[in-house]
């Protein structure tokens, strides 16, 4: 008998579903909200209602991006809104790690962690995110999900042992790294 699946694992594969929807060339994105173990709302890249899709007339690329769609985690809030949802304290799982406008979305939504499969293109989501104090987690390469606190130079991270602001020391390798504060080694993302 094969083994469970997370619930976690059910809503990324939820979300990897989703983003097979998506109607954009450049990427599919799935996301999913869930609070109280349920799913609240969905989300996939794609076209605003009404409109045309890339998949029909093609991208409208600036600034190395589509702007022609709604990314798929605006999708899953916009949608909670419209039906008046309350997606506050909740967790958004996504394919993909969300773009600096998404994560000031989420912020203002009130969602309180995230769970994301592959890092966007930079990095300024994700450390929006971080200084708002969102739990964020990752599933690596291994299928593992681990709490993400991405190291960027001269920003101050949290310890996942002592929970505190810290600056890192050295990378010991490349899978570890030691915090300054309380001397523990923790895995390196």
């Known amino acids: 008998m094969e083994e469970r699946l997370s619930r976690d694992e059910m809503y990324m594969q939820v979300a990897e579903i989703l983003a097979k929807r998506g109607t954009c060339n450049r990427a599919e994105v799935g996301a999913v909200i869930v609070r109280g173990g349920r799913i609240i709302s969905t989300g996939y890249v794609g076209a605003p209602s009404g409109f045309p899709h890339c998949l029909d007339i093609g991208c409208k690329e600036e600034s190395g991006g589509c702007i022609r769609t709604v990314h798929a985690e605006a999708n899953a809030i916009a949608f909670a809104a419209r039906e008046g949802i309350s997606v506050r304290c909740g967790t958004l799982y996504t394919t993909l790690a969300p773009c600096l406008n998404c994560a000031r979305l989420i912020i203002n ?64 390798d490349v899978v570890w790294k030691k915090c300054r504060r309380c001397g523990r080694r923790q895995p390196h993302e």
């Open 109 to 172: 939504a009130g969602i309180e962690s995230l769970v994301f499969r592959d890092p966007y293109r930079d990095l300024e989501g994700i450390r929006e995110l971080v200084r708002a104090g969102l739990e964020i987690l990752r599933f690596d390469a291994w299928g593992r999900l681990i709490r993400f606190f991405p190291h960027f130079p001269g920003y101050e991270d949290i310890c996942i042992y002592c929970e505190s602001p810290t600056t890192w020391g050295g990378v010991e």
